[in-house]
């Protein structure tokens, strides 16, 4: 008989091979489940006889409100004060302004443009202001505009925002 007739056993993998191959299987089902774990929505815990108290919208908005004219109030003293100039106080209402639109209505207005804001189609007084007060305060060479109407129309927009 000829050494191509006979025949081999078919190779078998060593016990070091299965044992990595179900540590791998183990690690991706844990991982697995950790991701699920970690990224499914929290659930408020309730206690037996107590009501979970959700604060009213009109609260919550008043509340922006307050704290929004407060820093409003803030700047224009700032200016008043001279511890800000013009231009600075322009830049600072117009981040305050921005502010109370993105954390009240979740729009992203601290990073949009004039131009953005028009396309969105918001409320005409941010427009206003923005493009009547804050980007001639801001961008425009020479004397800035009087803060005191930037500070109005800041506030006439915290107060009219919906």
Do not use: C
């Amino acid at each position: 008989m000829s050494a191509a007739d006979e025949f081999y056993p078919p190779a078998q993998y060593g016990w070091g091979w299965m044992l990595l191959a179900l540590g791998v299987i183990a690690l991706l089902i844990l991982l697995g489940w950790l991701l699920f774990f970690l990224t499914r929505p929290k659930r408020s815990i309730v206690l037996p006889g107590a009501e979970q108290i959700t604060p009213p919208a009109g609260d919550v908005l008043s509340m922006l409100r307050t704290e929004y004219n407060a820093e409003i109030d803030r700047i224009e003293g700032a200016y008043r004060s001279g511890a800000i100039d013009a231009r600075a106080a322009n830049l600072e209402l117009s981040r305050v302004v921005r502010t109370f639109v993105n954390e009240y209505s979740g729009l992203e207005a601290p990073v949009l443009t004039l131009d953005d804001l028009v396309r969105q189609g918001v409320q005409p007084e941010l427009i206003d202001a923005v493009g009547r007060h804050y980007y001639p305060s801001i961008f425009r060479r020479g004397s800035a505009i009087d803060p005191h109407a930037g500070a109005e129309a800041a506030r006439l927009v915290v107060k009219t925002w919906h």
